[in-house]
């Protein structure tokens, strides 16, 4: 089929330059379409819930820059946020009245927070999270399931999903044998294999991280009984269990996916939303753990940007909407009437494929198992989904262009945009396309 790129021709000049600039012409790889092949897209602007590119095509976007814009692009509230601090000052390496109220929304929000502290990222949250589990707890080993991703940090680097996933790639060059030996990498929703490994291990683990509601391998929900199996073993092996809510943390639910699934980590890290599309992360849980961290406690971890006052604006805009104005049960709503349509579309076109779904992330999987775990969604039909993919860009729907990555519904999608999505799946499933 027709990649249509005579349409993007400015969009394809761009990204050739890029090339000659950056290595594989992008600052992070997962923008770099190595799961569907071709040229990216270069984009110019973003509105509610559409994106348009350099060529003056727009796109309904169900990326929401990887998960960070679930008010959709350009809220007024976050814009008018941004511009006041921006008169105001941008960075000051100094205390701000911001910054707690930040850290109030946060706590206020997510049941097991009780102290929180700021960073720039997802991945220094989670490199943060775990040395902390190391410094309180006095061991060394951490567990990590495949196919979860928590950012770039070397140890958690093993087994990685997102973009390592789609480049088939987990074990990076670089991460060391020494710094991999301490990660303990299992299966997702496998709670025999969690059991023998506390069995054999059970005084050397510092800590267990996972995603709550993974999206880093797809869309791949929990079992009940592995998060109470995860609860259970890390409380009675006296290990911490970190859950990884960069992307699930007020995405899932206001409280996150804890507050939903009702489970009560020792840490929790956040990222993406918190920030409202600037760059952020956030630790935090126990208070007794988290006065570990320096200076109250000997843990080293700093920041020179850390609590930065646009990110904390744009976060504490985007919080208290998202507090004030729940779009939660519309978003339930908005999201299973996509993942129905959706279905129904590969169902129609005689495709083989499941549909996982937690509030407004999902996964269409090119695969009729329910994906359970990296072993089932690494036998995905990569190949179909990628025809999917540029069969949707033909038809202005900017759907995450790997299977290993989840879609996101925004508050700014309208019942409209759903229906205009689910007529593009049945067209660019349709087997006369
Ligand atoms: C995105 C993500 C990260 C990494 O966050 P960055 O801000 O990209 O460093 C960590 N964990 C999860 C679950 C994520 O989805």
């Not at 105001?88 to 102290?115: D, H, R």
Request: net charge negative; with cysteine.
């Amino acid at each position: 089929m027709t990649l249509g790129n005579s349409t993007r021709s400015r969009s394809a000049a761009v990204f050739a330059e890029a090339l000659r600039l950056m290595p594989g012409g992008v600052n992070s790889p997962a923008r770099a379409f190595g799961g569907v092949g071709g040229t990216p897209i270069v984009f110019e602007r973003g509105q509610g819930a559409r994106l348009y590119d350099i060529d003056g095509n727009s796109y309904l976007d169900y990326i929401g820059s990887w998960g960070p814009m679930i008010l959709g692009h350009g809220h007024p509230k976050v814009l008018e946020a941004l511009h006041r601090q921006v008169d105001l000052g941008v960075s000051f390496g100094a205390p701000t009245e911001a910054e707690n109220e930040l850290a109030e929304l946060i706590i206020n929000a997510v049941p097991s927070m009780e102290k929180v502290r700021l960073v720039s990222s997802g991945t220094e949250a989670t490199m943060s999270a775990i040395r902390l589990a190391r410094g309180f707890t006095g061991r060394e080993m951490i567990v990590k399931f495949a196919g979860n991703y928590h950012g770039h940090v070397d140890s958690l680097l093993v087994a990685a999903g997102s973009s390592a996933a789609t480049l088939g790639a987990p074990n990076s060059p670089g991460v060391t044998v020494g710094t991999a030996k301490d990660t303990l990498v299992l299966q997702y929703n496998d709670v025999p294999g969690l059991e023998a490994a506390f069995a054999a291990h059970g005084t050397k683990i510092a800590g267990v991280i996972f995603e709550p509601v993974v999206g880093n391998m797809g869309c791949v929900i929990p079992t009940e009984a592995f998060l109470l199996a995860l609860r259970n073993l890390t409380r009675a092996h006296g290990a911490l269990l970190i859950c990884d809510e960069v992307m699930t943390g007020f995405r899932v639910a206001y409280g996150g996916a804890q507050s939903r699934f009702d489970i009560l980590p020792d840490l929790t890290t956040l990222g993406k939303i918190v920030g409202g599309g600037l760059p952020i992360g956030a630790y935090g849980g126990r208070a007794d753990i988290m006065d570990h961290v320096l200076p109250a406690g000997k843990v080293f971890q700093a920041g020179t940007l850390s609590g930065n006052p646009l990110a904390t604006a744009a976060g504490i805009a985007t919080l208290k909407s998202l507090r004030d104005e729940p779009p939660y049960e519309r978003l339930e709503r908005l999201s299973e009437r996509l993942a129905e349509g959706l279905s129904h579309a590969a169902a129609t076109a005689e495709v083989p494929h499941t549909v996982a779904r937690v509030g407004s992330m999902m996964t269409l999987f090119f695969n009729p198992a329910p994906v359970t775990d990296w072993s089932v969604a690494s036998r995905c039909d990569t190949q179909r989904f990628a025809e999917f993919f540029w069969g949707l860009i033909e038809r202005r729907v900017y759907f995450p262009c790997s299977q290993y990555e989840a879609l996101f519904v925004s508050a700014a999608h309208t019942e409209a945009d759903i229906e205009e999505t689910i007529a593009a799946a049945h067209a660019a499933l349709s087997l006369d396309d």
